[in-house]
């Protein structure tokens, strides 16, 4: 596509719940990235995708927090058992290369647990 | 690790003045690349200005430009002109040219842009 697609652009789900969100990278971009960003506050890297490389996921604040990709495609995140702190707008980026180029975002999924 | 440090969380300026916005990175490698990101309320991150660090020239986009001081690991965003549409949150962020973890893409924590009428 043109750029990075993710969706569903806003959820609302119930505490407890399990959610999915996507990402559609850049196609050939072989280096994807979630962050999360609370209320006003900055970028928190969560994981990082490199081709078939095994994903860093040095970020994942707990385990009911995963991610999968499938080759150089498409991405999910899912939160497991969803908490209020959960509540946050969740970025998808990605770069053609792994270094040196800039990352592309998506516009974001607006996660609110209520 | 890399660190990028942004020191102003919010700035604010009268449109049609220029405003810098301060950004320093910690580093002990010599080949890499800079940036600054705009995020509007929509969300959506927009990519200002972009930096190698090989190249001493600083990098200018119409009424952004930067001031890179490689030596002091220093790279300040100014923008010229300043517009209501200027007004977002502006990240600054460093990227290896080589391996590492996080992708070695290191943002800093914002600085929050306004523009007064």
């Excluded at chain 1, 900055?42 to 040095?58: C, H, V």
């Amino acid at each position: 596509g043109a750029g990075v697609s993710q969706s569903p652009s806003n959820k609302v789900t119930e505490k407890g719940k399990d959610v999915e969100l996507r990402c559609d990278p850049i196609s050939g971009h072989t280096a994807l990235y979630w962050y999360r960003q609370r209320l006003g506050q900055g970028l928190e890297f969560l994981i990082y995708f490199q081709g078939n490389s095994a994903p860093d996921k040095s970020g994942l604040p707990s385990d009911r927090f995963s991610a999968e990709r499938t080759g150089e495609s498409v991405s999910t995140l899912t939160i497991q058992r969803t908490q209020q702190e959960d509540s946050a707008v969740y970025l998808c980026a990605s770069s053609y290369t792994p270094f040196g180029t800039e990352a592309f975002f998506g516009q974001g999924t607006r996660l609110t647990v209520v | 690790a890399q660190t990028v440090t942004q020191s102003q969380p919010e700035m604010s300026v009268q449109e049609a003045e220029t405003v810098t916005l301060s950004c320093t990175y910690d580093t002990s490698e010599s080949d890499y690349y800079l940036f600054w990101y705009k995020q509007p309320p929509s969300r959506q991150m927009i990519l200002v200005i972009r930096q190698e660090a090989y190249k001493q020239q600083n990098a200018t986009e119409n009424r952004f430009s930067v001031n890179f001081q490689k030596a002091a690991k220093s790279f300040s965003l100014k923008i010229s002109d300043s517009q209501l549409g200027d007004a977002a949150m502006y990240f600054c962020a460093y990227r290896s040219a080589y391996g590492g973890s996080q992708g070695n893409l290191i943002f800093g924590k914002g600085t929050k842009l306004s523009v007064k009428p």
